[in-house]
């Protein structure tokens, strides 16, 4: 199976400030078709998870645009420019390349 | 607008059954992938399955491999997960979810309880 790794596991942050959280694929999520499978999603408490990033970069519909997808190869990087206090919650990455398909373990996200 | 309604969890005994229900509105259900994805108290994601649009290819992960089985009713717009030999550590709310490799749309989930 393709572990997923997050770090940091845990993220406090001040308000307006940014934030950056890892995922790091013990196999490329890059795919024959040139796609890359490799998904954000966030997850408020008491609420099911919703996508946020797709294919690395791709803010989904309605997501603002303090959030942003990077990486290639096995290593990529969610960032958030200016922390708001709706960010709370827990981030996690997915990877769809492979069944079955893993999340990471997930990055809890806290205000200050 | 697309919805998606899980119903069906409960608490079970251990090596119980049940099945759970996906109920989905807003799209034309026959044209997409669905998954089951779960989360045990406390704990992070688990994708569980999913199946193709036409019912034809189902994948799962290993863990529930020979105990659950996906289907789904494209004339009724169900999805479906029946679940036997249930474990203590099936215990999970379970999510239901739409597409194939992105994951846009998710249910509110529901919980199965395996306990004696």
């Known amino acids: 199976d393709v572990v997923m790794t997050q770090t940091p596991l845990s993220l406090s942050v001040t308000p307006g400030q940014p934030a950056s959280i890892s995922c790091r694929s013990s196999?490329?999520?890059?795919?024959?078709?040139?796609?890359?499978?490799l998904d954000w999603y966030m997850q408020k408490p008491g609420q099911p998870p919703q996508l946020l990033i797709y294919?690395?970069?791709n803010r989904f519909s309605g997501v603002p645009d303090r959030f942003s997808g990077s990486g290639s190869g096995t290593d990529f990087t969610l960032k958030i420019s200016r922390v708001e206090a709706e960010d709370v919650g827990v981030y996690y990455c997915?990877?769809?390349?492979?069944?079955?398909?893993?999340f990471g373990q997930g990055t809890k996200v806290e205000i200050k | 607008e697309v919805e998606l309604v899980e119903s069906g969890g409960d608490l079970v005994q251990p090596g119980g059954s049940l099945r759970l229900s996906c109920a989905a509105s807003?799209?034309?259900?026959?044209?997409?992938?669905m998954n089951w994805i779960r989360q045990a108290p406390g704990k992070g994601l688990e994708w569980v399955a999913h199946?193709?649009?036409?019912?034809?290819?189902?994948n799962y992960v290993d863990s529930v491999k020979g105990r659950f089985t996906i289907s789904r009713d494209n004339a009724k717009s169900f999805l479906y997960l029946q679940m036997n030999s249930l474990r203590a550590e099936d215990t999970a709310v379970y999510y239901c979810?739409?597409?194939?490799?992105?994951?846009?749309?998710w249910g509110q989930g529901t919980l199965v309880t395996v306990s004696s």
């Open positions: 196999q490329s999520p890059l795919h024959s078709d040139g796609r890359t499978y």
């Open positions: 294919e690395v970069s």
């Open positions: 807003g799209f034309t259900f026959s044209n997409y992938w």
């Open positions: 199946i193709k649009p036409d019912g034809s290819e189902k």
């Open positions: 979810a739409r597409d194939g490799r992105i994951l846009p749309y």
């Open positions: 997915l990877q769809t390349i492979q069944v079955p398909w893993t």
